[in-house]
Nanobody
Framework: QVQLVESGGGLVQAGGSLRLSCVASGRTFSWYAMGWFRQAPGKEREFVAATSWNGGSTTYADSVKGRFTISRDNAKNTMYLQMNNLKPEDTAVYYC?????????????????WGQGTQVTVSS
């Protein structure tokens, strides 16, 4: 079992930055690929970014490519999402998630463990 807790959300103006953190506890964090997803009101949960078990590979949704950076520190059992040049359309609840394998995925159904989410609101 893996427990995930996100933090770092908040209210920011368009063009601003935020850094989200996801702290994991339970089973060995470094075994699993991890990802960030988001869900806006009235919309389905969507993929944002993912990283392989050691951070050596990453992938991003086209909508955030070049603005967001995913990273992880396995020694601290923590994953991050640096979000720059935020836009109002980035407003959503952001979730971190873990698979049960080493290789990253963009598919929601491949993630077994989920955090409770953190709200990000970008004002225009």
């Amino acid at each position: 079992q893996v427990q995930l807790v996100e933090s770092g959300g908040g209210l920011v103006q368009a063009g601003g930055s935020l850094r989200l953190s996801c702290v994991a506890s339970g089973r060995t964090f470094s075994w699993y690929a991890m990802g960030w997803f988001r869900q806006a009101p009235g919309k389905e949960r969507e993929f944002v970014a993912a990283t392989s078990w050691n951070g050596g590979s990453t992938t991003y949704a086209d909508s955030v490519k070049g603005r967001f950076t995913i990273s992880r520190d396995n020694a601290k059992n923590t994953m991050y999402l640096q979000m720059n040049n935020l836009k109002p359309e980035d407003t959503a609840v952001y979730y971190c998630a873990a698979t049960q394998g080493a290789f990253m995925s963009q598919k929601t159904y491949e993630y077994v463990y989920w955090g409770q989410g953190t709200q990000v609101t970008v004002s225009s």
